[in-house]
Each structure stands twice: as structure tokens, then as C-alpha cells.
């Protein structure tokens, strides 16, 4: 009796290996598809950084500038990443006086200024810049506003905030 066990289970292990196969192909799409979604999150997350950042380059152009004497809305163009070109373009709405109180003292500080309780007003003002989806910032959409307070003369004081 020469029986061949071998003959019996012929095929068993195209049947056990082809199973592997599919279950090995499926762990390798799946590693893909997450991993391709941690980037794309990332990549979002990095975009939607620097817009914020665009529009905050925006308030500090705002702030530095005399903004109380002619409020208006600008559009400003941000380069973010220096490389010539502009990333971003921030519209800064018009700045909205929300206060203004008379000043009814001079506090201490290290900056000499002109202004008095007789000639100056506490102004406090809302800057509001934001970024609409655009092609250049990714289809980033991103609203940053700003509460500052501004002293300002006795002369400017009806023109830019008649509160």
C-alpha cells in the first residue's frame, strides 16, 4: 500500500498563498490610502498657517500705518514665503471705530507723547482681514480680526470715529 499523501492536498497551498496574497494586497492599499490622507490633512493644515499669517502681515501693515486719518478697505498682496511671488491677497475691511472715550489722563511711559486729556481721545477700533478662496492660497478661506485701541487728536477725533 503505497498511498501518496501529497496527492490529496495538491493545490492546498495555491488555495492558502493566493488568500495571503489578497490579504497582504489589502493591508498595502489600505498603509496607501492613509498615508495619503495624513498628507493631504497636513498639507491643508499648513496652507490654512499661512493665510492666517497672511492676514495678520495685513493688520500689522494696517496698524502701521495712519489707518484713523482716512479709514478704508485695502487688498494687500503677501508673499509669504519670499520667493518674489505673492502667495496671498488680503482684504482688510474698512476699520471700524467701535469706542472712543476722552482721555482722562496721561499714563507713565517710556514714549514722550503729545497728547493730553484736553487734546485726545481713547479710540478702540476693529480690524477684520480675511482671505477668500482663491487659486494662489489653495482654496483657503480664512477671517482674522483685531481689537486695538488708538489715541487720537482732539482734530481727527470726528472725522475717523464720530462715536
Not at 492599499?29 to 495619503?36: D, E, K, P
Not at 489707518?67 to 503677501?78: H, N
Not at 476722552?102 to 486729556?117: L, Q, R, Y
Amino acid at each position: 500500500m503505497n498511498r501518496d499523501p501529497a496527492g490529496k492536498q495538491r493545490g492546498a497551498i495555491l488555495v492558502v498563498s493566493l488568500i495571503l496574497l489578497a490579504v497582504i494586497t489589502l493591508l498595502t492599499v489600505t498603509a496607501q490610502n492613509l498615508s495619503t490622507t495624513n498628507l493631504k490633512t497636513v498639507g491643508n493644515m499648513q496652507t490654512r498657517d499661512e493665510a492666517i499669517a497672511a492676514a495678520n502681515q495685513a493688520i500689522a501693515r494696517v496698524l502701521s500705518s495712519s489707518f484713523t486719518l482716512s479709514p478704508k478697505e485695502r487688498a494687500y498682496a503677501v508673499d509669504i514665503d519670499h520667493d518674489g511671488n505673492t502667495d496671498y491677497t488680503v482684504t482688510v475691511a474698512v476699520p471700524t471705530c467701535l469706542s472712543a472715550l476722552p482721555i482722562k489722563s496721561t499714563a507713565p511711559s517710556s514714549v514722550n507723547v503729545e497728547i493730553t486729556a484736553t487734546t485726545g481721545w481713547n479710540t478702540t477700533w476693529d480690524l477684520d482681514a480675511s482671505i477668500k478662496a482663491t487659486d494662489n492660497a489653495g482654496g483657503a478661506v480664512v477671517r482674522v480680526r483685531c481689537g486695538v485701541r488708538v489715541l487720537v487728536l482732539q482734530t481727527i477725533k470726528p472725522a475717523a470715529c464720530p462715536q
